[in-house]
Protein backbone atom coordinates (compact mmCIF):
# COMPACT_ATOMS: atom_id res chain seq x y z
CA UNK A 1 0.00 0.00 0.00
CA UNK A 2 2.91 2.61 0.95
CA UNK A 3 6.10 2.62 0.12
CA UNK A 4 8.95 4.83 1.70
CA UNK A 5 12.17 4.08 -0.48
CA UNK A 6 15.47 5.46 0.59
CA UNK A 7 14.05 9.09 1.67
CA UNK A 8 16.84 11.81 2.94
CA UNK A 9 15.66 14.87 4.35
CA UNK A 10 17.89 17.71 5.77
CA UNK A 11 15.65 20.37 8.25
CA UNK A 12 18.07 22.55 9.62
CA UNK A 13 21.03 20.72 11.52
CA UNK A 14 18.49 17.35 11.68
CA UNK A 15 18.90 14.63 9.14
CA UNK A 16 16.46 12.03 8.21
CA UNK A 17 18.75 9.19 6.72
CA UNK A 18 17.64 6.43 4.07
CA UNK A 19 14.61 5.66 5.68
CA UNK A 20 12.73 2.58 4.01
CA UNK A 21 9.94 0.64 4.72
CA UNK A 22 6.84 -0.67 3.50
CA UNK A 23 2.73 -0.32 4.77
CA UNK A 24 0.21 -3.42 4.10
CA UNK A 25 -3.00 -2.13 3.00
CA UNK A 26 -4.87 -2.06 6.51
CA UNK A 27 -2.08 -2.56 8.54
CA UNK A 28 -1.37 -0.77 11.76
CA UNK A 29 2.31 0.44 11.98
CA UNK A 30 4.13 2.22 14.27
CA UNK A 31 7.24 3.80 14.44
CA UNK A 32 8.67 3.98 17.70
CA UNK A 33 12.09 6.12 19.40
CA UNK A 34 12.54 8.61 21.83
CA UNK A 35 11.62 12.34 21.04
CA UNK A 36 13.91 14.25 18.81
CA UNK A 37 14.52 11.16 16.41
CA UNK A 38 12.41 12.42 13.60
CA UNK A 39 9.31 10.43 13.42
CA UNK A 40 7.35 13.88 13.43
CA UNK A 41 9.07 14.56 9.56
CA UNK A 42 8.70 11.34 8.00
CA UNK A 43 5.08 11.80 8.66
CA UNK A 44 5.21 15.21 7.59
CA UNK A 45 7.04 13.98 4.49
CA UNK A 46 4.54 10.96 3.60
CA UNK A 47 1.48 13.61 3.91
CA UNK A 48 3.39 15.96 1.56
CA UNK A 49 4.41 18.74 3.96
CA UNK A 50 8.20 18.28 3.10
CA UNK A 51 9.34 17.14 -0.52
CA UNK A 52 11.79 14.57 0.20
CA UNK A 53 16.02 15.60 -0.80
CA UNK A 54 16.14 12.59 -2.05
CA UNK A 55 13.66 8.63 -2.20
CA UNK A 56 10.51 8.09 -3.24
CA UNK A 57 7.00 7.62 -1.73
CA UNK A 58 4.65 5.31 -3.43
CA UNK A 59 0.68 4.80 -2.92
CA UNK A 60 -0.19 1.82 -4.27
CA UNK A 61 2.52 1.88 -6.94
CA UNK A 62 2.07 5.24 -8.08
CA UNK A 63 4.59 7.71 -6.86
CA UNK A 64 3.48 10.47 -5.06
CA UNK A 65 6.67 12.13 -4.20
CA UNK A 66 5.62 15.39 -6.37
CA UNK A 67 1.91 15.20 -5.26
CA UNK A 68 0.64 18.06 -3.27
CA UNK A 69 -0.59 17.41 0.17
CA UNK A 70 -3.79 17.87 -0.82
CA UNK A 71 -3.92 15.33 -3.63
CA UNK A 72 -3.06 12.49 -1.71
CA UNK A 73 -5.87 11.70 0.40
CA UNK A 74 -3.85 11.08 4.19
CA UNK A 75 -5.45 11.95 6.94
CA UNK A 76 -3.48 13.46 9.97
CA UNK A 77 -3.80 13.61 13.41
CA UNK A 78 -1.08 15.85 15.20
CA UNK A 79 -0.35 15.93 19.23
CA UNK A 80 -1.76 19.02 19.62
CA UNK A 81 -5.07 18.13 17.46
CA UNK A 82 -4.58 21.80 15.58
CA UNK A 83 -8.23 22.18 16.08
CA UNK A 84 -9.37 25.60 13.81
CA UNK A 85 -10.20 27.92 16.97
CA UNK A 86 -12.41 29.88 14.43
CA UNK A 87 -14.52 27.07 13.53
CA UNK A 88 -16.78 25.15 15.57
CA UNK A 89 -16.70 21.56 16.07
CA UNK A 90 -19.18 20.65 13.41
CA UNK A 91 -17.40 23.37 10.64
CA UNK A 92 -13.95 21.45 11.77
CA UNK A 93 -15.40 17.91 11.63
CA UNK A 94 -17.17 18.75 7.74
CA UNK A 95 -14.30 20.97 7.00
CA UNK A 96 -12.15 18.27 4.68
CA UNK A 97 -15.99 17.41 3.29
CA UNK A 98 -16.62 20.71 1.87
CA UNK A 99 -12.62 20.69 -0.09
CA UNK A 100 -14.51 17.51 -1.76
CA UNK A 101 -17.28 19.52 -2.31
CA UNK A 102 -19.92 16.47 -0.79
CA UNK A 103 -23.43 17.51 -0.94
CA UNK A 104 -24.97 19.01 1.87
CA UNK A 105 -27.18 15.56 2.71
CA UNK A 106 -24.32 13.48 2.38
CA UNK A 107 -22.08 15.56 4.23
CA UNK A 108 -24.66 15.36 7.46
CA UNK A 109 -25.37 11.52 7.32
CA UNK A 110 -21.23 10.74 7.52
CA UNK A 111 -20.83 13.81 10.13
CA UNK A 112 -23.91 11.70 12.18
CA UNK A 113 -22.08 8.42 11.43
CA UNK A 114 -18.73 9.85 12.73
CA UNK A 115 -19.91 11.87 15.17
CA UNK A 116 -21.90 9.01 16.80
CA UNK A 117 -18.98 6.82 16.22
CA UNK A 118 -16.90 8.66 18.35
CA UNK A 119 -19.22 10.02 20.59
CA UNK A 120 -19.12 13.85 19.85
CA UNK A 121 -22.71 14.60 18.70
CA UNK A 122 -23.35 16.61 21.90
CA UNK A 123 -20.52 18.77 21.11
CA UNK A 124 -20.83 19.96 17.32
CA UNK A 125 -22.21 22.98 17.96
CA UNK A 126 -19.81 23.94 20.57
CA UNK A 127 -16.50 26.20 20.04
CA UNK A 128 -13.65 23.68 19.95
CA UNK A 129 -11.79 26.13 22.59
CA UNK A 130 -14.29 25.42 25.41
CA UNK A 131 -13.83 21.67 24.94
CA UNK A 132 -11.04 18.99 27.33
CA UNK A 133 -8.53 17.18 25.68
CA UNK A 134 -10.21 14.10 25.38
CA UNK A 135 -13.10 15.43 23.35
CA UNK A 136 -10.47 17.96 21.01
CA UNK A 137 -8.52 14.52 20.38
CA UNK A 138 -12.04 13.17 19.06
CA UNK A 139 -12.79 15.72 16.82
CA UNK A 140 -9.49 15.77 15.97
CA UNK A 141 -9.72 12.01 14.72
CA UNK A 142 -13.37 12.91 13.16
CA UNK A 143 -12.10 15.50 11.12
CA UNK A 144 -9.13 13.13 9.59
CA UNK A 145 -11.26 10.27 9.22
CA UNK A 146 -14.39 11.43 7.69
CA UNK A 147 -12.61 11.66 3.94
CA UNK A 148 -12.24 8.31 4.34
CA UNK A 149 -8.50 8.48 3.96
CA UNK A 150 -6.16 5.98 2.14
CA UNK A 151 -3.53 6.21 5.04
CA UNK A 152 -3.94 7.76 8.08
CA UNK A 153 -0.87 9.27 10.28
CA UNK A 154 -1.20 9.84 13.89
CA UNK A 155 1.73 11.96 15.62
CA UNK A 156 2.01 10.91 19.21
CA UNK A 157 -1.85 11.38 19.76
CA UNK A 158 -1.66 9.90 23.35
CA UNK A 159 1.38 11.74 24.70
CA UNK A 160 -0.42 14.24 26.38
CA UNK A 161 -3.24 12.31 28.27
CA UNK A 162 -3.02 10.49 31.92
CA UNK A 163 -2.03 6.74 32.22
CA UNK A 164 -5.90 5.92 32.71
CA UNK A 165 -7.44 8.23 29.84
CA UNK A 166 -4.31 6.40 28.01
CA UNK A 167 -5.39 3.13 28.40
CA UNK A 168 -9.17 3.58 27.49
CA UNK A 169 -7.94 5.86 24.34
CA UNK A 170 -5.66 3.07 23.43
CA UNK A 171 -8.80 0.60 23.50
CA UNK A 172 -10.63 2.85 21.57
CA UNK A 173 -7.78 3.51 18.99
CA UNK A 174 -7.74 -0.16 18.60
CA UNK A 175 -11.56 -0.70 17.96
CA UNK A 176 -11.69 2.07 15.64
CA UNK A 177 -8.98 0.73 13.42
CA UNK A 178 -10.53 -2.66 13.28
CA UNK A 179 -13.63 -1.04 12.25
CA UNK A 180 -12.73 0.96 9.63
CA UNK A 181 -9.60 -0.80 8.65
CA UNK A 182 -8.00 2.41 7.32
CA UNK A 183 -4.01 1.99 7.11
CA UNK A 184 -2.46 3.84 9.86
CA UNK A 185 1.06 4.74 10.87
CA UNK A 186 1.43 6.04 14.25
CA UNK A 187 4.41 7.67 16.26
CA UNK A 188 4.85 6.92 19.68
CA UNK A 189 7.70 6.82 22.07
CA UNK A 190 5.74 4.45 24.33
CA UNK A 191 7.16 1.11 23.82
CA UNK A 192 3.99 -0.50 25.25
CA UNK A 193 1.77 1.65 23.63
CA UNK A 194 3.55 0.09 20.45
CA UNK A 195 3.42 -3.21 21.47
CA UNK A 196 -0.52 -3.43 22.40
CA UNK A 197 -1.35 -1.32 18.84
CA UNK A 198 1.09 -2.24 16.37
CA UNK A 199 1.20 -5.06 13.75
CA UNK A 200 4.60 -4.06 13.08
CA UNK A 201 6.95 -1.74 14.68
CA UNK A 202 9.96 0.16 13.23
CA UNK A 203 12.63 1.20 15.76
CA UNK A 204 14.44 4.82 14.98
CA UNK A 205 16.94 6.93 16.35
CA UNK A 206 18.76 9.95 15.43
CA UNK A 207 16.69 9.82 12.01
CA UNK A 208 17.80 6.12 11.01
CA UNK A 209 15.74 3.26 11.28
CA UNK A 210 17.07 0.63 13.60
CA UNK A 211 14.90 -2.56 13.14
CA UNK A 212 11.21 -2.98 11.01
CA UNK A 213 9.34 -6.08 12.88
CA UNK A 214 6.80 -7.52 14.80
CA UNK A 215 6.79 -6.69 18.49
CA UNK A 216 7.62 -10.23 19.50
CA UNK A 217 10.74 -9.88 16.51
CA UNK A 218 11.62 -6.80 17.98
CA UNK A 219 10.95 -8.27 21.84
CA UNK A 220 13.07 -11.32 20.93
CA UNK A 221 15.53 -10.17 18.85
CA UNK A 222 16.50 -6.52 19.29
CA UNK A 223 19.29 -5.82 16.68
CA UNK A 224 21.12 -3.42 18.59
CA UNK A 225 21.91 -1.96 21.44
CA UNK A 226 20.03 1.25 20.98
CA UNK A 227 16.72 -0.95 20.34
CA UNK A 228 17.29 -3.42 23.44
CA UNK A 229 17.90 -0.90 25.58
CA UNK A 230 14.90 1.21 24.48
CA UNK A 231 12.69 -1.75 24.33
CA UNK A 232 13.99 -2.02 28.47
CA UNK A 233 16.52 -4.75 28.58
CA UNK A 234 19.21 -3.18 29.34
CA UNK A 235 22.80 -5.08 28.88
CA UNK A 236 21.91 -7.57 26.34
CA UNK A 237 23.52 -9.77 23.96
CA UNK A 238 22.33 -8.49 20.62
CA UNK A 239 20.71 -11.24 18.27
CA UNK A 240 19.82 -13.53 21.50
CA UNK A 241 16.30 -15.21 22.17
CA UNK A 242 15.44 -13.77 25.39
CA UNK B 1 9.53 45.03 56.59
CA UNK B 2 8.40 48.64 56.90
CA UNK B 3 11.86 49.72 55.21
CA UNK B 4 10.64 47.91 52.52
CA UNK B 5 7.12 49.10 51.91
CA UNK B 6 8.83 52.17 52.19
CA UNK B 7 11.22 51.41 49.64
CA UNK B 8 8.12 49.88 47.08
CA UNK B 9 6.19 53.27 47.98
CA UNK B 10 9.08 55.46 46.69
CA UNK B 11 9.71 53.36 43.64
CA UNK B 12 6.05 53.89 42.36
CA UNK B 13 5.87 57.55 43.02
CA UNK B 14 9.18 57.91 41.10
CA UNK B 15 7.30 56.52 38.11
CA UNK B 16 4.35 57.99 38.70
CA UNK B 17 6.04 61.46 38.54
CA UNK B 18 6.96 60.90 34.64
CA UNK B 19 3.37 59.44 33.64
CA UNK B 20 1.93 62.62 35.34
CA UNK B 21 3.83 64.25 33.83
CA UNK B 22 3.53 63.50 30.21
CA UNK B 23 -0.44 62.74 30.22
CA UNK B 24 -0.65 66.51 31.66
CA UNK B 25 1.30 67.60 28.83
CA UNK B 26 -0.83 65.30 26.64
CA UNK B 27 -4.09 67.01 28.04
CA UNK B 28 -2.87 70.59 28.29
CA UNK B 29 -1.90 70.66 24.59
CA UNK B 30 -5.38 68.78 23.78
CA UNK B 31 -7.10 71.61 25.65
CA UNK B 32 -5.37 74.17 24.04
CA UNK B 33 -6.54 73.50 20.54
CA UNK B 34 -10.19 72.59 21.99
CA UNK B 35 -10.16 75.83 24.64
CA UNK B 36 -8.99 78.15 21.16
CA UNK B 37 -10.90 76.32 18.79
CA UNK B 38 -14.58 74.97 19.68
CA UNK B 39 -16.13 78.07 20.09
CA UNK B 40 -15.93 78.63 16.28
CA UNK B 41 -16.13 74.94 15.47
CA UNK B 42 -19.51 74.83 14.44
CA UNK B 43 -19.35 78.20 11.94
CA UNK B 44 -15.52 76.64 10.69
CA UNK B 45 -17.01 73.21 9.92
CA UNK B 46 -20.01 75.00 7.59
CA UNK B 47 -17.01 76.48 5.63
CA UNK B 48 -17.02 74.68 2.13
CA UNK B 49 -13.21 74.69 2.37
CA UNK B 50 -12.88 72.84 5.73
CA UNK B 51 -16.13 70.37 4.37
CA UNK B 52 -14.10 69.90 0.95
CA UNK B 53 -11.05 69.08 3.00
CA UNK B 54 -12.88 66.24 5.12
CA UNK B 55 -14.25 64.81 2.46
CA UNK B 56 -10.88 64.68 0.55
CA UNK B 57 -9.17 63.31 4.10
CA UNK B 58 -11.44 60.93 4.19
CA UNK B 59 -11.56 59.84 0.39
CA UNK B 60 -7.39 59.35 0.50
CA UNK B 61 -7.42 57.72 3.55
CA UNK B 62 -9.52 54.84 2.84
CA UNK B 63 -7.93 54.32 -0.77
CA UNK B 64 -4.51 54.47 0.42
CA UNK B 65 -5.26 52.13 3.31
CA UNK B 66 -7.35 49.37 0.80
CA UNK B 67 -3.89 50.03 -1.50
CA UNK B 68 -1.69 49.32 1.38
CA UNK B 69 -3.84 46.06 2.26
CA UNK B 70 -3.47 45.01 -0.90
CA UNK B 71 0.33 45.06 -1.29
CA UNK B 72 0.67 44.42 2.61
CA UNK B 73 -0.80 40.73 2.57
CA UNK B 74 0.88 39.13 0.61
CA UNK B 75 4.42 40.96 0.78
CA UNK B 76 3.63 39.93 4.88
CA UNK B 77 2.55 36.57 4.42
CA UNK B 78 5.69 35.77 2.07
CA UNK B 79 7.99 36.70 4.72
CA UNK B 80 5.95 35.28 7.42
CA UNK B 81 6.21 31.93 6.21
CA UNK B 82 8.93 31.73 3.35
CA UNK B 83 13.06 31.64 3.52
CA UNK B 84 14.62 33.05 0.14
CA UNK B 85 17.82 34.09 -0.79
CA UNK B 86 18.21 37.98 -0.41
CA UNK B 87 15.25 37.74 2.19
CA UNK B 88 16.99 40.08 5.35
CA UNK B 89 17.50 42.84 2.07
CA UNK B 90 14.38 43.06 0.56
CA UNK B 91 13.23 43.19 4.08
CA UNK B 92 14.98 46.34 4.96
CA UNK B 93 14.48 47.84 1.86
CA UNK B 94 10.58 47.89 2.62
CA UNK B 95 10.55 49.33 6.04
CA UNK B 96 13.32 51.92 4.30
CA UNK B 97 10.54 54.37 3.90
CA UNK B 98 10.08 54.31 7.97
CA UNK B 99 13.55 56.03 8.26
CA UNK B 100 13.61 57.91 5.98
CA UNK B 101 12.30 61.49 6.84
CA UNK B 102 9.01 62.58 5.13
CA UNK B 103 9.90 65.37 3.64
CA UNK B 104 12.82 63.42 2.06
CA UNK B 105 10.34 60.76 1.06
CA UNK B 106 8.25 63.46 -0.92
CA UNK B 107 11.06 65.36 -2.79
CA UNK B 108 12.40 61.57 -3.92
CA UNK B 109 8.85 60.69 -5.05
CA UNK B 110 8.39 64.03 -7.21
CA UNK B 111 11.81 63.47 -8.91
CA UNK B 112 11.18 59.73 -9.97
CA UNK B 113 7.61 60.93 -11.17
CA UNK B 114 8.86 64.10 -12.69
CA UNK B 115 10.98 62.06 -15.00
CA UNK B 116 9.96 61.83 -18.93
CA UNK B 117 9.90 58.29 -18.75
CA UNK B 118 7.48 57.89 -16.07
CA UNK B 119 5.60 60.65 -16.85
CA UNK B 120 4.35 59.20 -20.04
CA UNK B 121 3.40 55.82 -17.82
CA UNK B 122 1.35 57.66 -15.57
CA UNK B 123 -0.28 59.89 -18.39
CA UNK B 124 -0.79 56.65 -20.44
CA UNK B 125 -2.12 55.21 -17.55
CA UNK B 126 -4.27 58.06 -16.17
CA UNK B 127 -2.68 58.22 -12.86
CA UNK B 128 -0.26 61.30 -12.85
CA UNK B 129 0.33 62.03 -9.23
CA UNK B 130 2.31 64.97 -9.24
CA UNK B 131 -0.02 68.15 -7.96
CA UNK B 132 -3.10 65.81 -7.82
CA UNK B 133 -5.04 63.44 -5.67
CA UNK B 134 -3.83 60.69 -6.97
CA UNK B 135 0.03 62.04 -5.54
CA UNK B 136 -1.70 61.91 -1.78
CA UNK B 137 -2.75 58.62 -2.00
CA UNK B 138 0.55 57.61 -3.65
CA UNK B 139 2.69 59.65 -1.28
CA UNK B 140 0.40 57.85 2.09
CA UNK B 141 0.69 54.32 0.03
CA UNK B 142 4.52 54.99 0.46
CA UNK B 143 4.58 56.03 3.60
CA UNK B 144 2.20 53.87 5.24
CA UNK B 145 2.39 50.24 3.72
CA UNK B 146 5.64 49.57 5.76
CA UNK B 147 3.92 50.09 9.05
CA UNK B 148 1.05 48.02 7.90
CA UNK B 149 3.71 44.91 6.22
CA UNK B 150 5.55 44.81 10.10
CA UNK B 151 2.18 44.54 12.14
CA UNK B 152 0.83 41.69 9.24
CA UNK B 153 4.03 39.66 9.65
CA UNK B 154 3.85 39.61 12.81
CA UNK B 155 -0.02 38.35 12.90
CA UNK B 156 0.75 35.58 10.19
CA UNK B 157 3.65 34.36 12.38
CA UNK B 158 1.74 34.20 14.91
CA UNK B 159 -0.74 31.46 13.31
CA UNK B 160 0.31 28.34 13.77
CA UNK B 161 1.73 27.09 10.10
CA UNK B 162 0.87 22.96 11.10
CA UNK B 163 -2.82 24.68 10.99
CA UNK B 164 -2.50 25.60 7.52
CA UNK B 165 -0.67 22.13 7.12
CA UNK B 166 -3.59 20.56 8.34
CA UNK B 167 -6.32 22.43 6.20
CA UNK B 168 -3.70 20.63 2.84
CA UNK B 169 -4.08 17.52 4.45
CA UNK B 170 -7.69 17.94 4.15
CA UNK B 171 -7.90 18.78 0.54
CA UNK B 172 -7.04 22.77 0.43
CA UNK B 173 -4.75 23.85 -2.09
CA UNK B 174 -2.24 26.69 -0.70
CA UNK B 175 -5.06 29.18 -2.02
CA UNK B 176 -7.92 27.04 -0.48
CA UNK B 177 -5.83 27.59 2.79
CA UNK B 178 -4.31 31.13 2.67
CA UNK B 179 -9.08 32.00 2.52
CA UNK B 180 -10.09 29.36 4.59
CA UNK B 181 -7.81 29.30 7.44
CA UNK B 182 -5.20 31.95 7.43
CA UNK B 183 -6.98 35.24 6.82
CA UNK B 184 -9.69 34.15 9.69
CA UNK B 185 -7.21 33.37 12.12
CA UNK B 186 -5.31 36.67 11.09
CA UNK B 187 -8.47 39.18 11.33
CA UNK B 188 -7.38 40.78 14.40
CA UNK B 189 -4.50 41.65 12.80
CA UNK B 190 -6.08 43.14 9.98
CA UNK B 191 -8.05 44.99 11.64
CA UNK B 192 -5.55 46.51 13.70
CA UNK B 193 -3.37 47.08 10.79
CA UNK B 194 -6.25 48.89 9.05
CA UNK B 195 -7.10 50.88 11.76
CA UNK B 196 -3.04 51.88 12.15
CA UNK B 197 -2.69 52.67 8.56
CA UNK B 198 -5.67 54.82 8.66
CA UNK B 199 -5.55 56.64 11.38
CA UNK B 200 -1.59 57.59 10.18
CA UNK B 201 -2.92 58.49 6.51
CA UNK B 202 -5.34 60.82 8.22
CA UNK B 203 -2.03 63.04 9.75
CA UNK B 204 0.13 61.74 6.90
CA UNK B 205 1.59 65.70 5.79
CA UNK B 206 5.28 65.99 4.63
CA UNK B 207 5.17 63.83 1.71
CA UNK B 208 2.28 64.43 0.82
CA UNK B 209 3.24 68.06 0.68
CA UNK B 210 6.04 67.65 -2.07
CA UNK B 211 3.89 65.07 -3.96
CA UNK B 212 0.52 66.81 -4.57
CA UNK B 213 1.22 69.93 -2.69
CA UNK B 214 -1.31 71.85 -0.75
CA UNK B 215 -3.40 73.43 -3.39
CA UNK B 216 -6.54 75.22 -1.82
CA UNK B 217 -9.76 72.90 -2.96
CA UNK B 218 -7.70 70.46 -5.05
CA UNK B 219 -5.23 69.02 -3.03
CA UNK B 220 -5.98 70.30 0.43
CA UNK B 221 -6.44 67.69 2.70
CA UNK B 222 -7.38 68.35 6.97
CA UNK B 223 -3.42 68.66 7.58
CA UNK B 224 -2.99 70.97 4.23
CA UNK B 225 -5.99 72.90 5.36
CA UNK B 226 -3.98 73.51 8.64
CA UNK B 227 -0.71 74.57 6.87
CA UNK B 228 -2.64 77.01 4.18
CA UNK B 229 -5.45 78.83 6.60
CA UNK B 230 -1.96 79.26 9.10
CA UNK B 231 -0.09 80.72 6.75
CA UNK B 232 -3.01 82.43 5.55
CA UNK B 233 -3.82 83.99 8.78
CA UNK B 234 -7.06 82.33 8.89
CA UNK B 235 -6.52 81.24 12.82
CA UNK B 236 -10.47 79.69 13.17
CA UNK B 237 -10.39 77.06 10.17
CA UNK B 238 -6.87 76.05 11.10
CA UNK B 239 -8.03 74.68 14.60
CA UNK B 240 -11.35 73.93 13.12
CA UNK B 241 -9.41 71.40 11.21
CA UNK B 242 -7.16 70.51 14.08
CA UNK B 243 -10.33 69.73 16.22
CA UNK B 244 -11.86 67.87 13.53
CA UNK B 245 -8.53 65.64 13.16
CA UNK B 246 -7.86 65.06 16.43
CA UNK B 247 -11.48 63.84 17.24
CA UNK B 248 -10.97 61.23 14.31
CA UNK B 249 -7.81 60.19 15.66
CA UNK B 250 -8.87 59.89 19.17
CA UNK B 251 -12.32 57.71 17.82
CA UNK B 252 -9.76 55.53 16.13
CA UNK B 253 -7.62 54.94 19.09
CA UNK B 254 -10.88 53.89 21.17
CA UNK B 255 -11.83 51.73 18.37
CA UNK B 256 -8.05 50.10 18.62
CA UNK B 257 -8.08 49.83 21.87
CA UNK B 258 -11.69 47.90 22.08
CA UNK B 259 -10.67 45.37 19.29
CA UNK B 260 -7.65 44.73 21.54
CA UNK B 261 -9.74 44.14 24.61
CA UNK B 262 -12.12 42.05 22.77
CA UNK B 263 -9.13 39.65 20.95
CA UNK B 264 -7.81 38.97 24.79
CA UNK B 265 -11.11 38.13 25.93
CA UNK B 266 -11.62 35.73 22.68
CA UNK B 267 -8.51 34.18 22.95
CA UNK B 268 -9.18 33.68 27.01
Known sequence: ?242 | MFNKNYKDTLFKIFISIFGIIFVTFIVLTICAVMGKGLPSLMESIMDKEIQFAIRLTLYTSTMSTIICLIFSVPISYGLARYNFWGKKIINSIIQMPNSIPPIASGIALLLLFSTKQMENIVSKLGVDPVFSVKGIILAHFFINTPYMIRILRITFEDINPKLEFVARTLGYSSWGTFFKVTLPLARNGLISGIIITWTNALGEFGTALMLAGAIRMKTETLPASIFLNLSGGNLDKALAAAIILIAMSIICLFIFEYLGKENIRNTK
Open chain 1, 1 to 242: MLKVEHINKKLGEFKLKDITFQVKEGEYFVILGPTGTGKTIILETIAGIYSPDSGSIYINNINISKVPPECRNIGFVYQDYLLFPHLSVRENIVFGLKAKKINRYSMEQILHEISTMLNIEHLLNRNTLTLSGGEQQRVAFARAIVTSPKILLLDEVSSALDPRTKEIFQHNLKSLHKKLKTTTIHITHDFNEALYLADRIAVMRNGEIHQIGTAKEIFNHPKSEFVANFIGYGKLKIGNEV
